[in-house]
């Protein structure tokens, strides 16, 4: 993100995903994030919008987000980054 802070990117628009299990999402969420547990996220790329809208990913501790993170890549998004976990997440 050379130049833009995380919570820059948030601001600006970018959609933040949570990975995390729907209980997990039910429990307490980052504001403003749309959950799809990454097992789910391939079949539902369409929820994302277009390839080159900027994605936040986080989860629990950074593992599942990096996976997501990946999977995007590979299926052609171009603005993805890894956040974390909820709590490396802006304030």
């Given at each position: 993100?050379?130049?833009?802070?995380?919570?820059?990117?948030?601001?600006?628009g970018?959609?933040?995903?949570?990975?995390?299990?729907?209980?997990e999402f039910?429990?307490?969420?980052?504001?403003?994030?749309?959950?799809?547990?990454?097992?789910?996220?391939?079949?539902?790329?369409?929820?994302?919008?277009?390839?080159?809208?900027?994605i936040?990913?986080?989860?629990?501790?950074?593992?599942?987000s990096?996976?997501?993170?990946?999977?995007?890549?590979?299926?052609?998004?171009?603005?993805?980054?890894?956040?974390?976990?909820?709590?490396?997440?802006?304030q």
């Amino acid at each position: 993100m050379t130049g833009t802070t995380l919570k820059d990117k948030i601001q600006a628009g970018a959609l933040v995903v949570d990975v995390r299990t729907v209980d997990e999402f039910l429990d307490g969420a980052y504001p403003g994030a749309i959950n799809i547990p990454v097992g789910e996220l391939l079949s539902r790329l369409n929820e994302l919008g277009p390839k080159d809208r900027p994605i936040v990913l986080y989860c629990a501790t950074g593992s599942r987000s990096a996976l997501a993170a990946k999977l995007l890549k590979v299926s052609g998004f171009k603005d993805v980054t890894n956040a974390g976990g909820l709590e490396d997440m802006p304030q």
